[in-house]
């Protein structure tokens, strides 16, 4: 079965970046969208960043626009998300997705997902 393992979290000051990886198995890497959702407490679940499957196509959320990138390698199954000039608000935590088919931003669409890993900035 799919499975999706999420790294790199962890506490940064405001200003700082984090680099986040998520390694598929399972699963034909190269044939699947690839996306990034976030879930602080007490709010849904968004997504920040989605990347097609051949990387032609992304996708990032306003919040993060600029400040943020998501790229993959499919040699590697792994698809990253570059997080720079980290603000308090984006402290949650971060899950990666996986869909067949073209790159969409609602978590509903999204059948396999990773546990998440923990972003904390602090101000």
């Known amino acids: 079965q799919v499975q999706l393992v999420e790294s790199g979290g962890g506490l940064v000051q405001a200003g700082g970046s984090l680099r986040l990886a998520c390694v598929a198995s399972g699963l034909t890497f190269s044939r699947y969208a690839m996306a990034w959702f976030r879930q602080a407490p007490g709010k849904d679940r968004e997504c920040v960043a989605g990347?097609?499957?051949?990387?032609?196509?992304?996708y990032y959320a306003d919040s993060v626009k600029g400040r943020f990138t998501i790229s993959r390698d499919n040699a590697k199954d792994t698809v990253y998300l570059q997080m720079t000039s980290l603000e308090p608000g984006d402290t949650a935590v971060y899950y990666c997705?996986?869909?067949?088919?073209?790159?969409?931003?609602?978590?509903?669409?999204?059948?396999?997902w990773g546990q998440g890993t923990q972003v904390t900035v602090s101000s």
């Open positions: 997705a996986a869909r067949t088919g073209v790159m969409v931003t609602t978590r509903g669409l999204y059948p396999d």
């Open positions: 990347i097609s499957r051949s990387s032609g196509t992304t």
